[in-house]
């Protein structure tokens, strides 16, 4: 009989025995397709995510009230609400293997490398999806008005990328630890001071008030991400097997 | 470490570090613009660097567990860490006492941000996370292979840090101990307090070693009686 877990584990492999990058690829996608279609069937961590958001953000606009809050802070804030809603939402990408009972099946269906790949690509986009309501929400909300869409862009999408980066990685770690939840923001925390820190200076040079192209930040911010994942690919297969 | 080197070398740092308390408040002069408090330099920065050091010896000896798995390298990984985590604290603490008397004395400001006090602030959250990590997991050989993946981790941003925060931030940290302007310039320019002050290094240096192999020794004995 064909149980669920064996039947996935069937449906990841490679149909085909190609080899060489598009291959891989192929496996990584795979596994990113999985880890979409059981978070659309439940939409825990996506819920989890938008809403500590929204909640977030409607603190503190109730919070500032008339007051109009400047471009810095308005940047900081903005990395912060993004910061804590990925510590509530993407920690749990290792955690769920675990709870179903899948991690055999999924070490023996794909190497260390693809299953980082493809749970790295499902926290991206996760990314992607909170940022697709915050930045309306805060220019909303919050009145933010960005003077340089291709600079606050660029900061968004390459912070997004490192802070993926960095976080994949540690909910690997979390997810064979207890106290899971508090433990990956603890963890997490020390690791991406560095992103947090570019980002918001990237982001306050794109709202305008301060002068500044942003080069410098930019180009951090993409090294940084560079970094982190090449050094989690190096790492994964540590935490990952047994 | 032999236990007659262990015993060698505390002696030779109770007498070390006694002269460098005495030479530090009797023999170095008051410095021009900050007067007795410039010797808490002697005092501070050997922290510091003893708290960094103490950080690499963990994640080495943590790349080294990885290597052969064999859990004495943890054990030496989580010993330097213990003594980093002191020396940080140390180190937040002095520094933070600096910074109060010094450029807070008017303002009456404890804590500032600037680059060094972030980056020291960020080696403790680092030195707490591993920890929190390491208590966290049962199992001891994948306590060992999570907390060296953390700690290499760690390590990687460090060099971001240092890069990313002097930029973002004014320094009210005395840039440079040896020159330049300023009432926190020059600590280190009179000979007899770069005397005291090297002599300090080596000496926590020292403090570091002893108490690293000490409690090395501990945590062996320990995992022998357990396994009897």
Do not use: C
């Amino acid at each position: 009989m064909e149980t669920r877990s064996s039947a996935w584990a069937r449906e990841a492999a490679p149909k085909v025995a190609a080899s060489g990058f598009s291959a891989w690829m192929g496996e990584v996608w795979a596994v990113f397709v999985k880890d979409l279609r059981s978070e659309l069937r439940t939409k825990y961590a996506l819920n989890a995510i938008v809403m500590f958001a929204v909640v977030t953000l409607t603190a503190v606009s109730f919070a500032v009230g008339q007051f109009r809050v400047s471009t810095d802070i308005l940047a900081a804030l903005f990395w912060i609400v993004i910061f804590f809603a990925a510590m509530s939402g993407l920690g749990r990408v290792f955690i769920k293997e675990e709870e179903a009972g899948t991690v055999a099946a999924l070490r023996l269906a794909a190497s260390p490398s693809v299953v980082y790949a493809g749970k790295l690509l499902f926290n991206v986009v996760l990314l992607a999806l909170l940022e697709a309501v915050v930045v309306p929400l805060f220019i909303f909300l919050m009145g933010l008005s960005v003077a340089n869409w291709l600079l606050f862009l660029a900061i968004l999408v390459l912070g997004s990328l490192g802070l993926a980066g960095a976080t994949t990685i540690i909910a690997a770690i979390i997810a064979k630890a207890a106290a899971k939840g508090e433990l990956f923001a603890v963890l997490s925390f020390p690791i991406l001071l560095p992103l947090l820190v570019t980002a918001m200076g990237g982001t306050r040079l794109a709202l305008g008030e301060t002068m500044g192209l942003g080069g410098g930040e930019v180009r951090l911010l993409i090294s940084y991400a560079v970094v982190m994942i090449v050094a989690s690919f190096m790492l994964f297969d540590f935490v990952w097997s047994e | 470490m032999s236990e007659n080197t262990s015993k060698a070398l505390k002696i030779a740092l109770l007498v070390g570090q006694g002269l460098i308390l005495v030479g530090a408040y009797l023999w170095v002069p008051p410095h021009e613009g900050l007067g007795n408090l410039g010797r808490i330099a002697i005092f501070h920065i050997p922290t510091a660097w003893v708290a960094t050091v103490a950080f690499l010896v963990a994640m080495f000896y943590g790349i080294q567990y990885l290597r052969t798995r064999r859990l004495d390298n943890d054990l030496r990984s989580a010993a330097s860490a213990e003594l980093g985590l002191l020396f940080t604290i140390l180190a937040t603490i002095t520094g933070t006492i600096f910074g109060r008397f010094t450029w807070g004395l008017q303002s009456g400001i404890w804590w500032n941000w600037d680059p060094r006090e972030t980056a020291i602030f960020v080696l403790l959250l680092i030195y707490g996370a591993y920890f929190a990590l390491r208590s966290a997991v049962a199992d001891e050989e994948r306590r060992a292979s999570l907390s060296a993946v953390y700690s290499i981790l760690a390590f990687v941003t460090v060099p971001f840090l240092i890069f990313v925060i002097p930029r973002v931030m004014f320094s009210l940290h005395p840039e440079n101990a040896l020159a330049g302007e300023g009432a926190t310039a020059g600590i280190l320019r009179n000979p007899r307090t770069m005397i005291i002050f090297l002599a300090s290094l080596v000496s926590t240096t020292g403090i570091y070693i002893w108490t690293y192999s000490l409690r090395l020794r501990l945590g062996q004995l320990e995992r022998r009686l357990l396994e009897t």
